[in-house]
């Protein structure tokens, strides 16, 4: 690499840690007191009725990080000519938008034109997560919600469940996060829900196997075509990532999922294909408090990927519309 281009590399780097630096917990003490505790109202209420939005929050603030960073992106719909990201291929799936526009709608009552979505969305992962037992982290305020969307973008930066060990390191890289951070963030998956399609390609007429994928446990692909018929109309069936608990648990069993070939995707299995990534995932397994500590450590240092601050975005009135 030329010398120019590192300097170029160094300039954008400590241009991201500035903007991070400029977070802080109590941002929002002087101009909207109350905000953050309006905005964990919402959100505590939603997950005690339905324990679903807490995997569908932490997994919308994840994909609005990683593309053009934490800027609230993700929210905004498409225009004529314009696809935005919630309307590309990987985030059709994407839900909690209503509980963030709900939030949205108390803050501007209270606070109007202050609170910007970026961090409402931040905000929500961590309650969510809270409310269902997880791990409690801080959140670090002061973003700004940026105007571009592009559901092209949201393809080439979201990692696909069907990369290897290196190929997810190199993607999480791209946003700063380390090696360990991944291992830890696709911890994530031991709640939520997927569909069937995702899976069956690996239960049944799998290239090579006898029938389905030899990687993994014969007694998950029994329990899985119990769940997803191969037919056209089970595709759409909902499972759980981690079917330990129901898939509504936040725990370790995800991990013992891994090292027992009882996970969904081949992006999960790669965890373990090296050494240093086995390691890892079984130190994990082991410990419920190492795990949650490193979950919130890993989660604060994803929410300052890419963000917006003092005069750059703008704060959205409404979160869909620039």
């Not at 890289?173 to 696709?186: H, P, Q, R, T, Y």
């Not at 990687?215 to 692909?221: D, I, K």
């Not at 299995?269 to 990534?277: K, R």
Request: aromatic content about 8%; charged content about 15%; proline content about 3%.
């Amino acid at each position: 690499m030329s010398t120019s281009g590192m300097v170029f590399i160094g300039v954008a780097l400590l241009l991201v840690a500035s903007a991070s630096a400029q977070l802080n917990e109590t941002f929002y003490a002087k101009s909207c007191p109350g905000g953050v505790q309006a905005v964990t109202n919402v959100i505590t209420a939603a997950v005690r009725s339905d324990r679903r939005f807490a995997a569908a929050l932490l997994r919308l603030h994840f994909h609005d990080c990683f593309v053009r960073g934490c800027d609230g992106s993700v929210l905004l719909a498409s225009t004529p000519g314009s696809k935005a990201e919630k309307d590309a291929g990987p985030n059709l799936s994407l839900q909690g938008f209503g509980l963030i526009d709900q939030a949205k709608a108390a803050l501007e009552k209270q606070c109007p034109g202050i609170f910007s979505c970026a961090d409402i969305l931040a905000l929500a992962a961590r309650d969510a997560i809270s409310a269902i037992g997880g791990p409690k982290w801080r959140v670090f305020l002061g973003r700004r919600d940026g105007s571009i969307s592009s559901a092209t973008e949201a393809v080439q930066n979201l990692p696909a469940d069907t990369l290897s060990y290196s190929g997810l390191i190199a993607n999480f890289a791209k946003k700063g996060l380390n090696e360990a951070d991944m291992v830890v963030l696709s911890g994530a998956h031991t709640i939520g829900l997927t569909h069937c399609s995702k899976v069956t390609p690996r239960l049944y007429n799998f290239p090579g196997g006898n029938g389905s994928d030899p990687y993994l446990n014969s007694t998950f692909v029994v329990a899985e075509k119990k769940l997803c018929p191969n037919t056209a109309a089970a595709q759409g069936n909902l499972i759980p990532m981690d079917g330990t608990n129901g898939g509504q648990t936040f725990d370790v069993n995800y991990y013992t999922n891994v090292l027992t070939h009882k996970a969904i995707f081949k992006s999960d299995d790669a965890l373990v294909s090296t050494s240093s990534g086995r390691s890892k995932v079984t130190t994990l397994a082991g410990s419920k408090t190492i795990f949650f500590s490193a979950f919130g450590s890993a989660m604060e240092k994803m929410s300052k990927v890419g963000v917006l601050t003092g005069t750059q975005g703008k704060i959205r009135t409404v979160c869909s519309k620039k």
